[in-house]
């Protein structure tokens, strides 16, 4: 197959490259008959079928295979909400090529986060199935899928307007290949990260799998300062020749949780030993393992005497629920639901208590977000002896795809996750997520530590001018604009800034609130991607300047509603007293 894979590779390379500008049928003929070719033999080489499906529907726009193929490979890999140019192409030259192309064109908008456009095609698909209703082609798609794609729309319509104070990114090729990489585990103090990845380099098996993707293998990688070492395979003690996937790493680093294939799906552990040798993988003691289901996902105490997993055993409220156990006396109890505050009648997945022991992270498919698995968490109420509704950790963490087994650190500053992105480098990579300030959260504890003592600040009198006060607390929120698909801050914005930046220093007690936004041009994701990258920006600049992180609170809020054009590119940058958010 690698050598079909090659010639696919070497064949792409001798074809002469052109400039398109005119309707070219046969040219398109070519590219289609490459394009056949490349995306039969192997799954790992649909980016190049891709591409060729991209240039035949490019020199023939007329070509109606060309662009449902360009379309149809957008939205299975990534760059997912590109698909709708080519698909709004399919039906306008074609309205009943695919009987369910309009939801095919919602599922694009949605994963462009263009919601009121998913929802139109979505129900124009519904009144086309209620017009058909015998219809049995493979193109359809069911009643339920569709009413669960509004549903969702509508949930993100909500939670994207409420963006989180969080930021992410990828945590570079070291770690991340061009193959799927998911699932990060680390120990606490950061030092060890172990993931899963089906990468052909250091592979186990050389072989593909059924789906043409190379078998899982959990491969290790140890931070050296302040990057990541080249990940490795973690050894065949742990790795076979089949499929391998970690799913906990204890805060020591010395214990590894894997997910077996056998029983139906089980949880084995492995040690490390002195010589850095992990041990070959034996069954989790008690009764966690069930009998003919699966148990995929787990988080252990620190002490070892509590845990959370995830099963499909009976007894829940539908698909894997969340369970917890306690083990006495040297053994693990009789497991229980976590109950109907958390679980639903949809899957629960990856559970994580954060180091206060009431907070508990989790993915859900059945708790309101944007669709798939979604992060969410969730504090226990003492009083009440319940947990509190599970709150959405909200866009950029979670999008329309899947967001599962979060890892936050135990400062609960940062955490790890794996999800597709449009900047990644391949399919799933490995992200770091970084809380970047709520000024009513941090506000209180910094209150509290300081001293209201008249030497804890600078006096007026302290200041150089009087000038510079009046230039501060004279604005309610100034204004840094940005040029046109730019983070870049202007020159011209840089005094006031420092400004600003000086006169926080001389009152502790204040804080920044940066809200960042961006023009309508461009989708809606684009433009929530651009907004956060500006608000980062500006934030960058203050800690430049000296002023703590959690002092600073900065959002991307994508489009300025009813902003013009040229003044929408902004941040806008708030000086706050954090006392007000003492209570």
């Known amino acids: 197959m690698k050598s079909k894979i090659l010639l696919s590779f070497l064949f792409l390379f001798i074809l002469p490259s052109l400039e398109i500008s005119a309707q070219d049928p046969e040219l398109s003929k ?69 009987f369910n192309i309009d939801y095919l064109l919602g599922r694009g908008y949605q994963y462009g986060l263009e919601f ?19 219809y049995r082609g493979g193109d359809k798609t069911s009643i339920y899928d569709v009413n ?77 300062g302040v990057t990541w070492t080249t990940a490795k395979n973690i050894g065949q003690n742990v790795n076979t020749p089949y499929h391998d996937s970690n799913l906990f790493l204890s805060s020591d680093g010395k214990t590894l949780y894997i997910y077996s294939d056998e029983g139906n799906g089980d949880i084995y552990y492995s040690t490390e030993n002195a010589n850095e040798e992990w041990s070959k993988p034996v069954p989790l003691e008690g009764r966690i393992n069930s009998q003919g289901f699966a148990e995929q996902s787990i988080w252990v105490s620190e002490d070892g005497e509590f845990m959370l997993f995830a ?83 909200g866009y950029p ?24 992105r449009e900047e990644g480098l391949g399919f799933t990579d490995i992200y770091m997520v970084k809380h970047v300030g709520d000024l009513g959260i941090t506000a209180k504890e910094r209150i509290a530590n300081l001293k209201k003592s008249e030497n804890e600040f600078v006096t007026d009198e302290e200041l150089d001018t009087k000038k510079l006060i009046d230039s501060v607390l004279s604005i309610s929120a100034y204004q840094v604009y940005f040029e046109v698909n730019s983070t870049d801050i202007l020159e011209r914005h840089e005094p006031k800034l420092k400004d600003m930046a000086k006169f926080l220093k001389a009152h502790y007690n204040l804080g920044v609130q940066i809200s960042a936004f961006a023009s309508s041009d461009g ?11 500006r608000a980062q920006s500006v934030l960058a600049f203050f800690i ?40």
């Open 30 to 98: 070519i590219y289609m008959d490459q394009a056949d070719q490349v995306y039969a033999e192997a799954k790992d080489a649909i980016e190049i079928a891709k591409d060729i499906y991209i240039q035949s529907a490019e020199a023939d726009t007329m070509n109606i295979r060309a662009n449902y193929m360009a379309g149809k490979l957008f939205l299975e890999t990534v760059n997912r909400d590109y698909s709708t140019k080519y698909f709004e192409r399919v039906k306008s030259l074609d309205s009943k090529y695919r």
């Open 116 to 134: 009121e456009k998913a929802i139109k095609h979505f129900n124009a698909y519904k009144k086309r199935l209620m017009a058909n209703k015998s």
């Open 148 to 224: 669960d794609r509004i549903e969702e729309c509508q949930n993100a319509k909500e939670i994207i307007n409420m963006p989180s104070s969080y930021t992410i990114e990828n945590v570079g090729e070291d770690v991340n290949s061009t193959w799927p990489d998911y699932a990060p585990v680390l120990n606490e103090d950061e030092t060890v990260m172990i993931f899963t990845s089906r990468r052909q380099e250091d592979n186990t098996n050389e072989n593909v799998d059924k789906d043409n993707f190379y078998f899982e293998d959990i491969y290790i990688s140890k931070r050296k």
């Open 523 to 533: 989708n809606p994701r684009y433009n929530y991607e651009l907004s956060n990258k």
């Open 311 to 393: 099963s499909n055993r009976p007894g829940g409220y539908g698909g894997f629920d969340i369970y917890g156990c306690y083990k006495e006396d040297g053994q693990w109890k009789r497991p229980f639901n976590m109950g109907p505050e958390i679980n639903t009648k949809q899957d629960e997945d990856g559970p994580y208590m954060a180091k206060d022991g009431v907070t508990i992270y989790f993915s859900s498919k059945g708790h309101k977000g944007f669709g798939g698995f979604d992060v969410f968490t969730t504090k226990y109420n003492s009083k009440t002896e319940k947990w509190g509704k599970p709150e959405n950790l």
């Open 544 to 583: 430049e300047q000296g002023i703590e992180e959690d002092r600073l609170a900065a959002r991307g809020f994508g489009v300025l509603s009813g902003g013009a054009e040229d003044k929408s590119r902004k941040a806008e940058v708030k000086i706050l007293d954090l006392s007000k958010f003492e209570e």
């Open 397 to 420: 963490v979670n999008t329309v795809d899947d967001e599962v087994y979060f890892h936050p650190t135990s400062d609960g500053e940062r955490g790890y996750l794996a999800s597709v």
